[in-house]
DNA sequence: GTGAAAGCGCTAACAT
DNA sequence: ATGTTAGCGCTTTCAC
C-alpha cells in the first residue's frame, strides 16, 4: 500500500495540514522550523511521494500535458519530445503521448483523446491547412501551443523555427555557390503552413538575387523520402537545365539524391542540393547534406515554458528560433566558406 | 468550468448513483431502460466526460500506463510506440512518457519518475545490463512488462522478437550464398541480453553449417552508425578475407556500408551484408539493405495486453514474436530466392 | 503555529 | 430499480 499524507502525519504526531503546509512550502513562517524538520525527516523515511491525482482533484488539474501528434513515428520529432518531456519534467508535468490511432480512422482524435483526458495543456504539432479541433479546443479555454508550424485561425502561440529565413538561407547558399537555375522540390503546395513559409523564403532569396522565379522548377510533395525520390525525377523530366535543389525536408533530399544518382548524376557536381531539418542520417549519406538546422531541444523546451505560463493564466509570447545553415558536401561549397 | 456527475444527474432528475451505474455499465439489468436513456441523452447533450482522475483516486489507479526508454529520439522505438499507444487507447489507458532526462545525469530515473507519479503498470525498454531499479520497482509488486529485451534478474513478462531466431536466420542466408568467413559486427558484447542473443544465433548458425566460429571476425560496437562505421574499419584491418557481415542492426549496418564504399569495395560484390530491425532508411540505401524484420506494431501492443493482464492481477506469459528475412540486395541473393 | 472541517468527482457498500 | 452514506488523498477556509 501506498504511503499516505495521514501515515506521514501520525508517524510525526502532527496532522495531515501541518504536513501539507510543509510539503507545498506555502505559508514560509506558518510552520515551526522543529515541527517543519521532524515533518521532513519523516516523509525521508517513509518514503511519501505525494499522490498527484488526489492533488489534481482538489485544484481541477492533472498535472499532465499533452503531445498531439499525427505520427509519432515521425523521427523528425525525436529530439523535440525528449525537449518537452524534460522541461515538463522539471516543472513537475507529466507527458501524456496523444497520437493517431491506427486503428480508429478518425482525424484529430489524438487532441480529443487527450482533452477527455483532462490533461492541463496541450503542445500541438500539426500538420493540417485548416485544424478545426485544435481551433476549437483553444478557443474553448484549453491551454494550447502550436509547435513547428503556425496555423491560420489558431490562437494559440507558436514555437519554431523561422522556416522563411531557413528557406531564404537555404537558397542564398546556392546562389552564393553561383547556381541560378535552383529547383525548389517537395514544396506542400496545399498544404501547411510551414510549407508556403518554406516556399516564400526561397523565391525571396530568388527575388532579391534577381533571379527569375520559375514555376516549372517548383516541384510539389510532402516531406518524405518517397516524395523526393519522385519529385527529382519529375524534376528531370520537367527541367534538365537546374543545377540546384533546395528540398522541403532532408527526407525529401535524400530521396532525390538517391533518384538522381540513379540516372548517373553526381552531387554536387551535377546537381548541388540543400536539405531541411538536420536529421541524424544526413550527415551518414555517400555525399552528405548541407542542410538547415532547428534547435529541436530549445524549441521543445520553450513550447513547455509557453504552455506553462497559460496554464498560470498568463499569456504567451510567440517564439521563433533562428535557424542554421550547416554546411556539408552535398552543394560542393568550402567547409569555411561560412554562411 | 467542466461538466461532472452531478450536473448530469440533476439534469437528468436521477442521482449521482445512477448515472454512475449507467456509464459504467455494471450491474447489467439493475438500471430501469428509460431512466438509461434519459441519462445517456442527458450525458449527451451535456457533452459530459468522465473525471480520470476522481475515478481513479477512488480506485486506487491512476489509468495511465508508462512507458521507460533511455531515449525517445531513438527511431526504432516510434512504430514500437504506436502500436503500445493505440493497444493502450483501446483500452482507455493513457500513455504517459517516462525518459532518462537530459538535464539530470541519473540513470533510470524514467521509472522512478513513473512510479511516483503512480502509473498502474510500466512498459520498460531497457538496454541495461544489470536494471537494478527496475527489478526492485517490479519486486515491490508494480506491474512491468520488458519490450525487446529479456533482463536477468528481472521478474517480468517480456514481449519481444526472438533475437536469437533472427540471427541465425541472416546468417544462414549469408552461408547459403555461400559465405563462409561471415563477420559479426557491433556485437554488443559488455552489454544487453538482446545483443548476446543475437550473437549466440550467428554462432549456433555457422555451428550448425559446421562453419568454424572465429573471434577475429566478431567486433564489438552498439547499435548505432558510429558504430558500424568505425567496427568495419576494424575487420578491413583485423580480418581482409572475410566476404560477409551480420550486423547487429540496420544502423550498424548502413555505417558499415558507407565505411566499406570509402575504401573503395562494392556491396554485395565485395562484401555482402544483412542487418537487423529493417528500419524505413534501409530500403532507401544506395544498395538497399537485406535484414531482419520485427513485427513492431504487434509487439507494441501485445506488451500493452500483458500489462493490462498483470495490472488485473492475472499472469502473462512471455510472448515471442518471428522474426522475418526481408531480402533485398546488399547481399546479391535473388529477390524470389525466399528464405 | 497548528488543527478541525469541508469538499474536489467519483464509486462501492448498504439501504429502500 | 434507485437513492443514501461514506470515503479515496489531498488542500483550503476558518477557528483556536
Known sequence: MRITLSDV????????????????????????????????????????????????????RTYLIGVAIN?????????????????????????????????????????????????????????????????HLAREGLPLVQICNRHEGLEAPY?????????????????????????????????????????????????????????RLIIPGDYTWESGYAAAQELLDRARDATAIFASSDFVAVGAMRALQEVGYHVPDDMAIVG????????????PLTTIAQPKLEMGAAAVDSLVRLIDGQKAEHVMFEPRLVIRESCGAKVDTLA
Chains 1, 2 share one sequence.
Open 9 to 60: 502525519a501520525r508517524e510525526a504526531g502532527v496532522s495531515v495540514v501541518t504536513v501539507s503546509r510543509v510539503i507545498n512550502g506555502t505559508y514560509p513562517d506558518k510552520v515551526g522550523a522543529e515541527t517543519r524538520q521532524k515533518v521532513l525527516d519523516t516523509i525521508e523515511r517513509l518514503n511519501y511521494k505525494p499522490n498527484v491525482m488526489a492533488r489534481g482533484l482538489l485544484g481541477g
Open 159 to 215: 514555437v519554431m523555427v523561422d522556416h522563411f529565413k531557413g528557406a531564404y538561407m537555404a537558397t542564398k547558399h546556392l546562389l552564393g555557390l553561383g547556381h541560378r537555375r535552383i529547383a525548389h522540390v517537395g514544396a506542400y503546395l496545399g498544404g501547411d503552413p510551414q510549407g508556403v513559409l518554406r516556399l516564400n523564403g526561397y523565391k525571396k532569396a530568388l527575388e532579391d538575387n534577381g533571379t527569375k522565379i520559375e514555376e
Open 71 to 135: 505520427n509519432v513515428a515521425d523521427s523528425f520529432f525525436g529530439d523535440i519530445l525528449q525537449g518537452i518531456h524534460d522541461a515538463a519534467a522539471a516543472a513537475d508535468l507529466g507527458v501524456l503521448l496523444g497520437t493517431r490511432r491506427l486503428d480508429v480512422g478518425k482525424d484529430e482524435s489524438a487532441l480529443r483523446e487527450l482533452q477527455s483526458r483532462g490533461v492541463d495543456g496541450i503542445i500541438y504539432y500539426g500538420t493540417t491547412r485548416h485544424p478545426k479541433t485544435a481551433i
Open 276 to 287: 531541411f531539418d538536420d536529421m541524424p542520417f544526413s550527415a551518414w549519406q555517400d555525399v
